[in-house]
């Protein structure tokens, strides 16, 4: 078995790599962050990603089932939320699983924080 840091907890971990890979897009700015964890904080993010994010459908020809230039934001429903989240999850001997929402400019900082991301 490998040893990994965790990023969110600054300590390793001995096991298979786990990572979530989120981004945040504004018209043409994005940032992106990548999050290696711990099975802990792995599952500590995975519950804020599916508390306040959508999950994304992909039909059998990959043809992705979502609206992505309307929405409300995913916290005050703000029909004024420029900000695209995304969120690409790796669990252990699963799935890609990818998750989406909207942001208004006042909600962006929590999602800022859980993703690490400097806007």
Request: overall charge negative; aromatic content about 10%.
């Amino acid at each position: 078995m490998a040893l990994f840091p965790c990023v969110a907890g600054n300590h390793k971990y001995v096991g298979p790599q786990q990572s979530v890979y989120l981004a945040a897009l504004n018209g043409t700015f994005a940032a992106r962050s990548k999050q290696r964890l711990c099975p802990e904080h792995l599952a500590d993010l995975g519950k804020w990603i599916e508390d306040h994010m959508e999950k994304i459908a992909v039909d059998n020809e990959m043809h992705v089932q979502l609206d992505f230039d309307h929405g409300t934001c995913y916290e005050c429903d703000s029909t004024e939320a420029p900000w695209q989240l995304f969120a690409n999850v790796y669990r252990l001997k699963q799935p890609q699983v990818d998750y989406y929402a909207r942001s208004c400019s006042t909600h962006l900082e929590p999602f800022r924080q859980t993703a690490r991301l400097e806007l």
